[in-house]
């Protein structure tokens, strides 16, 4: 009688087991499944924002080639369609300060406007050291009107001056500062909404932000807020136009071809967002409509994944 209990007992726990792992192999599966369901929702998303990426850009591209030689001042616009929408921010990278020609004084001013104090010239002339190193010795200190060339997508635009210079683009992204000593994360985070690598010598007073204009060498708050001021009635760079600006008017131009900075953010029905900034140019007579110099994907929150994931 004990040894038919002992071997009812064995017959159960087996059961037991086997029901357990049968349990656990199902769990297994499902959580295999939910997560292979999660990786085909993110590339539906991902390919949905693609497609509204391209249309964002294309739209951004057709713009600026209408400009010419017009000014690109900042401008917003929207492409909705079922599948999802895309937000386009559009502005001119000739009005901000470029960070490989612009003279050390320029440069000197705009650390300071980022809270450099007096640690400004200094990182300035350590700025205009390397761009002497890899430039041969050819400082951007006496600036000069350059015009933008045709290039290969992905490559920063050159000018006519510099075809025969052997490189006076130190810098291919605003984030390279950091290795300069004395620069800390402030002063980066501060100068990146003012600063570019694919503008000239002289920043476009006309496409500028205020927070540019502030930053230039022998500018006051009062000469600024007049400018501004008549700038909002007219863009036509006339004499008097000119004039609120006298403090400041060897580090400013009046005209230019626009390379635009489009700023692209994708927001999709289930709330999966994402998005890229893209620096493109329209130049006359290219077989290209535009060309495309830069491309920086900018990841979104991807908020319907991690809802999904927060379910199990």
């Known amino acids: 009688m004990n040894g038919s209990d002992s071997r009812k007992g064995f017959i159960l726990v087996t059961v037991l087991w086997a029901i357990a792992l049968i349990s656990a192999l199902a769990m297994a599966a499902s959580t295999n499944f939910r997560g292979l369901a999660n990786i085909v929702a993110l590339d539906r998303d991902r390919t949905r924002a693609d497609a ?17 030689d017009a000014a690109l001042t900042e401008r917003d616009t929207q492409i909705i369609v079922s599948t999802g929408s895309v937000q386009i921010h559009l502005s001119d990278e000739g009005g901000r300060i470029d960070i490989n020609k612009a003279p050390v004084k320029v440069l000197s001013s705009l650390l300071r406007s980022a809270g450099a104090g007096q640690d400004a010239d200094l990182i300035a002339k350590s700025i205009d050291a390397l761009r002497l190193q890899d430039a041969g010795g050819k400082s951007p200190a006496a600036p000069q009107q350059t015009n933008v060339a045709p290039t290969s997508p992905g490559q920063p635009p050159q000018s006519s001056s510099a075809k025969n210079d052997n490189s006076l683009r130190t810098f291919t992204d605003i984030h390279q500062l ?3 000593s004395g620069m800390t994360p402030a002063y980066l985070s501060a100068i990146m909404p003012l600063a570019t ?12 932000s205020a927070d540019v204009l502030a930053a230039l060498p022998g500018l006051s708050e009062t000469q600024l807020s007049a400018f501004l001021a ?3 009635k007219s863009s036509a760079a006339g004499d008097w136009l000119q004039q609120l600006l006298s403090g400041a008017k060897d580090y400013v131009s009046w005209q230019g071809r626009p390379v635009a900075l489009a700023e692209l953010t994708v927001t999709l029905p289930d709330g999966y967002t994402t998005g890229a900034k893209a620096v493109i140019v329209a130049v006359p007579d290219d077989r290209q409509p535009y060309r495309v110099l830069s491309w920086t994907p900018v990841r979104g929150s991807e908020r319907r994944i991690a809802r999904i994931g927060n379910q199990f």
């Open 197 to 208: 690598v694919f503008g000239s010598d002289k920043v476009n007073a006309i496409t500028a």
């Open 230 to 232: 008549a700038r909002g």
């Open 52 to 68: 509204l990426l391209n249309a964002g850009l294309e739209l951004s591209g057709g713009i600026v080639a209408k400009l010419d």
């Open 178 to 180: 950091a290795q300069i």
